[in-house]
T-cell receptor, first 116, second 111 residues
Framework: NAGVTQTPKFQVLKTGQSMTLQCAQD?????MSWYRQDPGMGLRLIHY???????DQGEVPNGYNVSRSTTEDFPLRLLSAAPSQTSVYFC???????????????FGQGTRLTVV | SQQGEEDPQALSIQEGENATMNCSYK?????LQWYRQNSGRGLVHLIL?????REKHSGRLRVTLDTSKKSSSLLITASRAADTASYFC???????????FGTGTSLTVIP
């Protein structure tokens, strides 16, 4: 199993450009999520999905879109990049998101995004 | 936000010593998890403790949970240089499927 795979690892964008960060998992996990990590602020939840066809907003969803057409893939789209979106982005998956059966989350290696 | 906060923000100890990190959170939870992050890498799950548990062990790790104080601690015994990393606590929301991470403790173990 590859686990959670994120691409690209590094990206530089100009302000106003759009792009998609890819995330794929091969563990048949229902729950997937995107976080951004900024210095001194820990990880903040952007969007999450509890299964194919279902997505919802986290703490900091503005400027980002997601879709979940398959169980395996959960891409994150930046609509019009801004310097404030410079960050490290992590995708994570877990078996399911039900509180009574919460299990560990598996993280990708991250995408380091710089917006100039 | 339900984001937790770890304390201290940074910790530096000698190899062989014990390291203790604390996490406080704001609202009721179903479970609390601890993760480790090596520099430039993704997070790796260490241990999960449920709200009806008070203490849990895994190898050199010991986690406690005090739901009345809304706090948890992670103890790493007999630390090694390889334990150098950032450690994060994560809590689930009382409702919904969201996980919230704290700001992390940066641990340096000096050989």
């Amino acid at each position: 199993n590859a686990g959670v795979t994120q691409t690209p690892k590094f990206q530089v964008l100009k302000t106003g450009q759009s792009m998609t960060l890819q995330c794929a998992q091969d563990m048949n996990h229902e729950y997937m999520s995107w976080y951004r990590q900024d210095p001194g602020m820990g990880l903040r939840l952007i969007h999450y999905s509890v299964g194919a066809g279902i997505t919802d907003q986290g703490e900091v969803p503005n400027g980002y879109n997601v879709s979940r057409s398959t169980t395996e893939d959960f891409p994150l789209r930046l609509l019009s990049a801004a310097p404030s979106q410079t960050s490290v982005y992590f995708c994570a998956s877990s078996r399911d998101g039900r509180q009574e059966t919460n299990t560990e989350a598996f993280f990708g290696q991250g995408t380091r995004l710089t917006v100039v | 936000s339900q984001q937790g906060e770890e304390d201290p923000q940074a910790l530096s100890i000698q190899e062989g010593e014990n390291a203790t990190m604390n996490c406080s959170y704001k609202t009721s939870i179903n479970n609390l998890q601890w993760y480790r992050q090596n520099s430039g890498r993704g997070l790796v799950h260490l241990i999960l403790i449920r709200s009806n548990e008070r203490e849990k062990h895994s190898g050199r790790l010991r986690v406690t949970l005090d739901t009345s104080k809304k706090s948890s601690s992670l103890l790493i015994t007999a630390s090694r240089a390889a334990d150098t990393a950032s450690y994060f606590c994560a809590t689930d929301a009382d409702t919904g499927n969201q996980f919230y991470f704290g700001t992390g403790t940066s641990l340096t173990v000096i050989p």
